[in-house]
């Protein structure tokens, strides 16, 4: 099973940007699919983005054009970069790592955007 730790989260204003890190241990990580989900408080966990081992990026409407997944296999780190946040956008934002249907994820790494 992959370990996963996230990182880069904490408290921002509104406009303003964040890089979250998800750093996996094993060696599947090359040929593995990213995913960031994130939940905000009183609500259910929706999925954010995902990048495919091949390179291929997915965004969920609300983020598109604002928020990007990337990868360094060299490092078994994915990201997520957060720009112009929102504060809707404040949740626990987690990553993870895996082949589709099995997924490991990380414990979450909390992102507040304030007004």
């Known amino acids: 099973q992959v370990q996963l730790v996230e990182s880069g989260g904490g408290l921002v204003q509104a406009g303003g940007s964040l890089r979250l890190s998800c750093a996996a241990s094993?060696?599947?990580?090359?040929?593995?699919?990213i995913a960031w989900h994130r939940q905000a408080p009183g609500k259910q966990r929706e999925w954010v983005a995902t990048l495919t081992s091949g390179g291929t990026t997915m965004y969920a409407t609300s983020v598109k054009g604002r928020f990007t997944i990337s990868r360094d296999n060299a490092r078994n780190t994915g990201y997520l970069q957060l720009n112009s946040l929102k504060p809707e956008n404040t949740a626990v934002y987690y990553c993870?790592?895996?082949?589709?249907?099995?997924?490991?994820w990380g414990q979450g790494t909390q992102v507040t955007v304030s007004s």
């Open positions: 993870g790592v895996g082949k589709t249907g099995n997924i490991s």
């Open positions: 094993g060696s599947i990580f090359r040929s593995s699919v």
